[in-house]
Structures are given as structure tokens and as C-alpha cells.
């Protein structure tokens, strides 16, 4: 098959997904909240530091399991939650897409944490929040084992991205929106 309408037909194959909603990987809240409160687990022992920020975060987003894939076309999606004080006040969803140099699936776990009231109540009052429009985030990739070095962290927003599987280059959330859904 001619590379190129192999290209094409990935490409309209991850679109389909994505565009459809994602209502194959759509989940209950009750599961939304299992997983959240797992990839906090597992943030919280796996790096070093990271209670600083979410102890002093005015709130935070968690995606326990964002799903990247891609080949030329890429695209992202996943569920998760806001969290304040703790508590899960929304829930989200996560949408990106990218064009070029890129092949591979990854899943992954990403948490942001907005570090001022201001930051947050930006995020919360907007009708879709996109990463580079709206606001942008400080992003540290962050393995297991890894101390995270909070004094040179400063930024309003702050964001995570932890316990990945899979390959796939390109560690960005630049363009990627926030949508706020009803469970």
C-alpha cells in the first residue's frame, strides 16, 4: 500500500475516534474518580515534592489516563476532574490535535495545578480553556523516582505529566482544550 494513503487512512481512522466524542473511552464518574484518585496516589510516592503543589495549588485538574496516538495525524483525548480542597467540584475533558512529524501511542497521566486563585478562576469562568489562547502552563515531564525542584517553579499554572506508557514524541499540551462535562 502506498505510504501515503496509509498516512490517510490513520489519519481519518484516529479523526473518526476523536471527533465521535471519544463514547469509546467515555467512563462513569465513579471511575473518573477511582482513577484520579489513583494517579494522585501514585504522584504523590513517586515524586519526591510533588504534596507542595498540591497542597498549595488553589486547584488542580488530574487526567488519570490521556491517550495520545498519532501517525503524521496526531490527536489526544481523556477524563478527569478539578479538584479543590481535595474535593472534585467538575469534570473535564481533555481534546487535542497535531499535524506533522510524529508516529506512536502513549497513555498518560497529567495533573495541573493552578497556583493562584486568579489562575484558577480564569480557568473555571472560560467556555473551553486552550492551552497558548487562554493561558499557558509550566510543563515538567516527571518519571518515577524524580524530585521536583519547587523553588524553580513560580508559574501560575503549573502542569505534570507522569506515568507514561507507550512511545510517542512531542511533550507538549500547547493547543490542547479544557472542556468542562457533565456526568
Same mark, same amino acid.
Given at each position: ?23 469509546? %473511552? ?16 501514585? %504522584?504523590?510516592?513517586?515524586? &519526591? ?24 495525524? @496526531?490527536?489526544?483525548?481523556?477524563? @478527569? ?8 467540584? &467538575? ?5 487535542? @490535535? ?42 515538567? &515531564?516527571?518519571?518515577? @523516582? ?8 513560580? &508559574? ?21 482544550? %479544557? ?5
Amino acid at each position: 500500500m502506498n505510504t501515503m494513503i496509509s498516512h490517510k487512512i490513520w489519519a481519518l481512522v484516529i479523526a473518526a475516534v476523536f471527533a465521535s466524542g471519544c463514547s469509546v %473511552f467515555s467512563t462513569s464518574a465513579q471511575s473518573i474518580d477511582l482513577g484520579v484518585d489513583e494517579a494522585v496516589e501514585i %504522584f504523590r510516592k513517586d515524586i &519526591d515534592g510533588s504534596e507542595i503543589f498540591l497542597d498549595q495549588a488553589a486547584g488542580y485538574l488530574v487526567f488519570p489516563r490521556a491517550l495520545r496516538a498519532g501517525l503524521g495525524v @496526531g490527536a489526544e483525548t481523556g477524563e @478527569g476532574v478539578l479538584r479543590i480542597g481535595g474535593e472534585t467540584v &467538575d469534570y473535564y475533558r481533555i481534546t487535542s @490535535g497535531s499535524l506533522g512529524l510524529q508516529a506512536g501511542a502513549q497513555a498518560r497521566s497529567i495533573i495541573i495545578c493552578f497556583m493562584t486563585q486568579n489562575a484558577l478562576d480564569r480557568f473555571r469562568n472560560s467556555n473551553g480553556w486552550r492551552v497558548g489562547v487562554d493561558g499557558s502552563i509550566a510543563l515538567i &515531564d516527571m518519571g518515577a @523516582g524524580k524530585t521536583i525542584d519547587s523553588q524553580n517553579v513560580r &508559574d501560575p499554572i503549573v502542569g505534570f505529566i507522569f506515568n507514561s506508557s507507550g512511545l510517542m514524541a512531542n511533550l507538549t499540551l500547547e493547543g490542547t482544550k %479544557f472542556a468542562r462535562i457533565t456526568r
